[in-house]
């Protein structure tokens, strides 16, 4: 499964390098997400996780998006995440990434992410499906769906290493 998902980040990440950031005459336009994503299985070192139930935690992205008239965008997404088991421990990644547009509502991406104050870092491999919202003067403009596939390699002194891969479920609205 890990490897599916590598294969998959390296496939998006070919597909984004050879497509370039169109600009349109106005120059690029600027848009963002918020939402909330919650993790619901992890795999690490040969044991599954059933993290809604065992290690329930909950993420609340934010991104900002810079897109040209072309199918590429840039996406750069902070992500806070409370953890309610454990440690109980609060933490943030910073995640940019580059998002390829297929049509029809749906896009393929990928993010590097970068945990702040841990040891850890990651490519998080992601499908999304938008729909639009056709309310007159709505400061959002979308809402959507997305399958995140994180993969991170944890490095932390002195323990074992360990690269943890996640599904997890994203849901959110865009402007």
Do not use: D, K, M
């Given at each position: 499964m890990r490897k599916t998902c590598i294969v998959f980040a390296t496939l998006a990440m070919a597909l984004a390098g050879k497509m370039s950031l169109a600009q349109s005459q106005d120059g690029p336009t600027l848009g963002g997400h918020i939402g909330f994503a919650i993790p619901l299985v992890t795999e690490s070192g040969g044991n599954w996780t059933n993290d809604a139930a065992n290690q329930f935690a909950i993420t609340f992205p934010v991104g900002i998006t810079v897109k040209g008239s072309g199918h590429l965008a840039f996406d750069f997404e902070l992500d806070p995440t409370i953890n309610t088991t454990g440690t109980r421990a609060t933490t943030l990644a910073v995640a940019p990434g580059l998002i390829y547009g297929l049509g029809?509502?749906?896009?393929?991406?990928?993010?590097?992410?970068?945990?702040?104050?841990?040891?850890?870092?990651?490519?998080?491999?992601l499908i999304n499906h938008s729909w639009p919202i056709k309310r007159e003067g709505s400061f959002f403009k979308t809402y959507f769906i997305e399958g995140d596939f994180p993969v991170l390699f944890n490095r932390t002194v002195g323990q074992p290493a360990s690269d943890p891969f996640t599904f997890q479920m994203h849901f959110g609205l865009g402007f």
């Open positions: 029809h509502g749906w896009a393929l991406g990928t993010r590097l992410a970068f945990n702040v104050n841990a040891s850890s870092w990651g490519i998080v491999p």
